[in-house]
């Protein structure tokens, strides 16, 4: 009895503990405290965590692109998935993985990169193109603070919450 009380008392806790953040039309929760949005260019926000320090142990990137931006990319030759891992992400090489993955409730990829520009992380972009045109994003990049298990946390309750609002 004690077990079963202590356990639910602990996933009590963990529930309780999800913060909720909406960024560019996207919603979606998080195990633990980031920073609120901010504007990080033309089209994206970024989060950080800690919320209250710098430098970041990991930061949430979003980047939502209409079908008029998707066409004119495709028009000139690019590829919108490609803009966004080198605009906002510095990322101009080819994913080390691209796996097929259930973003909220639908369909979609994620894209594994590692970088050693500047400070070696790992980034797992989450995206996906919609019937009407447009191209969502979002990008968790994490440093050598954050502990492997603590990424797949906040990368799977990302993935699995996000929400493109109606």
Known sequence: MLKRLSATVLLAAMVSAEQSY??????FQLPVAFSQPAKAGLGAEELHYPADRSP?????ITFVAG????KGMAEAGQSIDRYFASTYLGLDWRPEQINKAVIGDLGGRHLVF????????????Y???FKDGRFVAVALRTYSAIEEEQRIEIGEMLRKSLKLEP
């Open 22 to 27: 909406h960024s560019q039309g996207l919603s």
């Open 56 to 60: 970041a142990d990991a930061e949430i």
């Open 67 to 70: 079908a008029d931006q998707v």
């Open 114 to 125: 590692h970088s050693k520009l500047q400070r070696p992380c790992r980034v797992d972009v």
């Open 127 to 129: 995206e996906r193109d």
